[in-house]
Every structure is written in C-alpha cells, then in structure tokens.
C-alpha cells in the first residue's frame, strides 16, 4: 500500500485584484520618484553656478541655473525700466 502524499501544489497565478494593486503602487512609487527628483534638480537650480562647478554637477544643471538665473535678473532689469519709463507693456 502506498502511503506518500501528494505536497500541495504551488499557485502560478495570483488574482487580478492583487496584481491590479501591484500595478498601482508601482505606478505611484515610480511616480513619486520622479517628482523627488524633479524637486532635487529645482533645488540645486537655487545654486550659484560656482558652486555647482564646486559639487561637481553636470554642464547641463549648470547651464539651466545660469540661464533661470538671467532670467530673473532680466525681468528685474525690465520691471526697473518699466518704472522708470511707464512702460505698460514688453513692446
């Protein structure tokens, strides 16, 4: 008489739910990532560019952070001439 048991079988699928829950957080974990490393780029964008050559950053990060930079101090340099002149307009 044979009296082995069968071990129970192991399951290859798992439910939709489970695997549509899976699918989900991955997407939100993927999701969260990239905006913590959209947040850190804008943060060291705040950087002067010295220091950023300093850090040992890409060209590119300091390229962005020079041009942002004279982008500000051209829309003070225009709100400046805007008060001086009247000016209402960019024309």
């Known amino acids: 008489m044979n009296t082995t048991t069968l071990t129970p079988t192991l399951k290859l699928y798992r439910p939709w739910p489970l695997r549509l829950l899976d699918s989900v957080l991955r997407a939100w974990e993927?999701?969260?990532d990239e905006r913590?490393?959209?947040q850190a780029?804008?943060?060291a964008l705040e950087l002067p560019e010295e220091t950023l050559r300093d850090m040992g950053a890409p060209l590119w990060l300091q390229a962005q952070a020079r041009a942002k930079r004279e982008a500000v101090l051209f829309d003070h340099e225009l709100l400046r001439v805007r008060a001086q002149f009247g000016s209402r307009g960019y024309y």
């Open 30 to 32: 993927l999701w969260r």
């Open 36 to 38: 913590l490393a959209r």
């Open 41 to 43: 780029v804008e943060a």
